[in-house]
């Protein structure tokens, strides 16, 4: 009985530095830290049309500023943008001068194979006169029934 009861606290013991590993990770990690933050920080340079630019009015917009804004209303954060010189990008990444990078190290891949898009994405954007308007996973894309351009995109290329 001694026997099972030490190797009980052993198991508890080693359960316990485990889980406390796991908070630890947890609470160091740059998702935590955004989301205490309350603030997606994302480095880009606007020179790489048509991912980030600058409007005629200075404001930065682009794919990957459209992706990123997506990105912080479904984390619940606001979104800081962050114009860095590309020779600057990763080192400001290092430093936690932003969380993320998206210029141009944004896998994004554009395709109207929705056989290739439902096997290869876990999330699929359809994008409606230069505005993403629609964003989810392959499965509920491609059976949307309440985006009527959606709708009309998928009936032309089936």
Aim: proline residues 3%.
């Amino acid at each position: 009985m001694k026997k099972f009861f030490l190797i009980l606290v052993g198991v508890i013991l080693i359960g316990s530095i485990a889980h406390a590993s796991d908070i630890n990770v947890w609470r160091q990690s740059t998702l935590n830290q955004i989301l205490k933050r309350g603030v997606l920080r994302v480095g880009l340079e606007t020179g790489y049309m048509p991912f980030e630019m600058r409007s005629k009015t200075g404001s930065i917009i682009g794919f990957d500023v459209d992706v990123a804004k997506l990105m912080a209303k479904n984390m619940g954060v606001k979104l800081k943008l962050i114009n860095t010189a590309w020779d600057g990008i990763i080192p400001a990444l290092m430093t936690d001068k932003f969380d993320i990078i998206m210029s141009g190290m944004t896998m994004i891949v554009v395709t109207h194979e929705m056989g290739f898009a439902k096997k290869a994405a876990d999330r699929i954007a359809f994008v409606d006169k230069g505005k993403i308007t629609e964003t989810a996973t392959p499965d509920d894309i491609l059976n949307n029934d309440t985006h009527p351009q959606l709708r009309q995109f998928l009936d032309k290329i089936n």
